[in-house]
């Protein structure tokens, strides 16, 4: 009767305890009383409740509280309680009690096991989940079912690629007990397999499934885009829509970044369809990725109008859009968009002001960085990594190094890539000193033991060049090799360059021959600098070479092919290149059309040079420059002077090398008087003329027997004048005979 007046008790003390905030020590109340030893299934049971009332609030006392009273009835061996007190110990952070509880079991049931399996894996205690699991192995009674499989199977999972082997064992049990094809294990085996870098695996467990949850489905796609097999993902999903699966929004999500990546605007509209059939449109982080897949397959407009619907537009959804703005060089879109959140009472993140700075870099916005700097510093955005390299970038690019060396200097957590930015904008401007604190940063950097990577040594490597030291370059190639660093791309083709500007054609080609990944940008590296050596010869048989590899030639490669078939004057080999570019449908790039008029300039043929101008789609300065120089060579000034005047009736301004072009035809065609008129046409179109217009100018004069003229020209020079402009002199009163001695001295 007692025993039962407490018991009544207890409950009144638990229901009391369920709907109010009493502490934990107010269920000390009912201790007291004498109770039996044993009391039975019923007292388990009310333990159980007093147990889970507050197990969602992890409180560790009130469970050490509970636990002591177990004990104190000689309830501590409990199978069913200590289940309970292990799971919950586990979730209040007490592993302590709860490994304390799981040794004292008499008895261990698969819950048991499977409990301190999870509630390891629960606090990242992987090596100790194996071993448990291991131990119920050894000694088990029961069957594993698919919890503690699955729990294993996620203690493996958090070991890396040391649980791979385990897994593997553990897959021929799997495929025995037909657990392989239930639903909760596929999924988890599956996720191990997508972590582990086995795609194939997993795909096999995947399709062995006979049902699959959305959770599966979710795995699946996700592994594959993290892995790169963003068609594959795209793919699932279309298999997913045919089994009539409703996608949630995360599978939405990343089939939506699978398109990004690809990218696949098609796919995109389709998903995008998709989440305004499903009632999605509300979920902004959502909308926000469609937003950026949007951007990334070039349709600004649509993520612009997506932009402007949203109802419920967040900071990511603003920087998103900024983003997009930026990356397709949309930067004055940008700039506004950036003035207009403030305009909303949004304050720019660090992910904003970083995409921002990036926006006045490339348009030499110098004073709306230095507002955007302003903001970071009162927004208490300095300290940040992003916004310093940006603003670093920002500086460096409006050539305000100084500001930039401050920004670089006051940042304390200085790392590789703020010292990148600070090495790359040295080297950019190219003049000695700039060069030297390229250098000189990165000195300080091997100072403080920061390592560089790879993109420091293409900027030491630029500046390197621009120096023409080989003893220097050599330097940074040998550091490259000591710390480590395979050649990418960009380095392998930096070395090659550099060792081409400073005459060593012989390590450009060691280099190039190294290089286990050659891509079409390494091939016209070398080709470049065999041609601007004049190794002509070589740059062609490297071109044979090319046509036997995977890489096609561009119309860079052509370029110089018929740079190298000029400097040989063969118009024979020109012209079949020629015919390859008409093939390509690569003539109409002004690049490609500059070499062809270069080429049969030196050719001989300026016949074909006005034929290939005639097919140019575009002519800019140069190709006219090409053209007319082409016709000064062969003493046809008065073509030349004609295209001179074609030239400004189209609206393109001559420049400096225009008119040596002009000048030298009017001299080789004795075209005095016209002559005289395009040096005085040069002064008003604001060109100061330089010694290569003064030598024309003598020479034309000389051949004239107009050596007073000539005479007076060269004292009206603003500069002392050079050897070649008295050479010209002098060949002119060569002419004159009785000239000569006066002249000469």
Request: one cysteine or more.
């Amino acid at each position: 009767m007692r025993s039962y007046r407490c018991w009544r008790k207890v409950q009144e003390t638990i229901r009391l305890y369920s709907s109010s905030s009493s502490s934990a020590s107010s269920l000390l109340e009912f201790v007291n009383a004498d109770f039996p030893s044993t009391i039975g299934i019923r007292g388990r049971r009310e333990f159980a409740r007093l147990l889970q009332l507050r197990a969602s609030d992890d409180l560790l006392h009130y469970q050490n509280v509970v636990h002591g009273q177990i004990i104190v009835w000689g309830l501590e061996l409990d199978t069913y309680l200590s289940n309970i007190l292990i799971n919950l110990y586990s979730r209040a952070g007490g592993m302590v009690y709860a490994r304390k509880v799981f040794e004292k079991m008499p008895e261990r049931n698969l819950v048991s096991w499977s409990t301190m399996v999870s509630a390891c894996n629960h606090h990242g205690i992987y090596e100790e989940s194996l071993v448990v699991f291991l131990e119920f192995w050894r000694t088990r009674k029961d069957s594993p079912n698919e919890y503690i499989l699955s729990s294993f199977i996620q203690a493996c999972s958090g070991l890396d690629g040391r649980g791979r082997w385990m897994v593997f064992q553990l897959q021929s049990f799997l495929v025995k007990s037909g657990f392989d094809r239930d639903v909760y294990v596929g999924t988890l085996l599956i996720d191990f397999y997508l972590k582990d870098g086995n795609i194939d695996y997993a795909r096999l467990v995947f399709d062995a499934l006979p049902e699959k949850s959305t959770v599966t489905w979710t795995t699946m796609i996700s592994g594959c885009v993290k892995m790169g097999r963003s068609y594959v993902s795209l793919q699932l999903f279309y298999q997913l829509m045919e089994d009539n699966v409703v996608p949630d929004g995360y599978i939405l999500s990343t089939v939506l970044s699978a398109c990004s990546i690809l990218p696949f605007l098609e796919g995109g509209k389709q998903i995008h369809a998709h989440i305004l059939r499903y009632g999605l449109e509300m979920d902004a982080s959502l909308m926000n990725v469609l937003i950026d897949s949007y951007v990334k397959c070039g349709r600004v407009i649509a993520a612009h109008k997506l932009f402007n619907g949203m109802p419920n537009k967040n900071i990511i959804s603003w920087t998103t859009l900024l983003s997009g703005y930026k990356q397709n060089a949309l930067h004055k879109e940008a700039m506004e968009l950036f003035t207009s959140m403030s305009k909303f009472g949004l304050k720019p993140d660090m992910y904003a002001c970083s995409s921002i700075l990036t926006s006045c870099a490339s348009l030499h916005a110098l004073g709306f960085g230095t507002q955007v700097h302003a903001y970071t510093i009162k927004a208490n955005l300095g300290n940040d990594s992003y916004v310093t390299n940006s603003l670093i970038d920002m500086y460096a690019k409006c050539d305000c190094l100084t500001d930039a060396r401050k920004v670089f200097d006051i940042f304390a957590a200085a790392d590789v890539v703020l010292f990148n930015a600070m090495i790359e904008g040295y080297s950019r401007l190219g003049t000695q000193w700039e060069l030297h604190e390229a250098l000189n940063i990165f000195r300080d950097m091997r100072f403080r033991l920061i390592r560089p990577s790879l993109l420091t040594f293409v900027s030491l490597l630029r500046a390197s060049a621009s120096l023409t030291s080989l003893g220097l370059s050599k330097q940074i190639h040998g550091l490259m090799f000591k710390y480590g660093l395979n050649l990418d791309i960009f380095a392998g083709s930096a070395l090659i360059d550099v060792y081409s500007n400073c005459y060593c054609l012989k390590d450009s080609r060691l280099v190039f021959d190294e290089m286990k990944v050659k891509d079409l940008v390494i091939w016209n590296s070398m080709f470049a600098g065999y041609v601007q050596q004049s190794e002509n010869e070589e740059a062609l048989n490297l071109f044979l070479e090319l046509q036997l590899s995977r890489e096609r030639p561009d119309e860079f490669t052509f370029a110089d092919m018929v740079t190298a078939a000029g400097n040989l004057a063969s118009v024979q080999l020109g012209q079949e290149f020629h015919c390859q570019l008409l093939k390509r449908g690569l003539e109409c790039n002004p690049y490609i059309t500059n070499a062809l008029l270069d080429m049969y300039a030196k050719c001989g043929s300026p016949e074909d040079a006005h034929k290939a101008f005639d097919s140019a789609a575009s002519r800019d300065v140069v190709c006219w420059n090409s053209v007319i120089s082409s016709y000064a060579n062969h003493g046809e000034g008065k073509k030349a002077l004609q295209m001179l005047e074609k030239m400004m009736s189209e609206g393109i301004e001559p420049n400096y090398i225009t008119f040596v072009g002009v000048l030298s035809a009017c001299s080789h065609a004795g075209l005095v008087e016209d002559g005289l008129k395009q040096f005085e046409l040069m002064l008003r179109f604001g060109i100061e003329p330089e010694t290569e217009h003064y030598v024309c100018m003598v020479s034309l004069l000389g051949r004239a027997g107009r050596l007073n003229k000539a005479k007076e020209l060269i004292e009206k020079m603003p500069t002392k004048p050079a050897a070649i402009v008295w050479r010209s002199l002098l060949s002119g009163c060569a002419k004159a005979g009785q000239w000569i001695v006066y002249y000469a001295f």
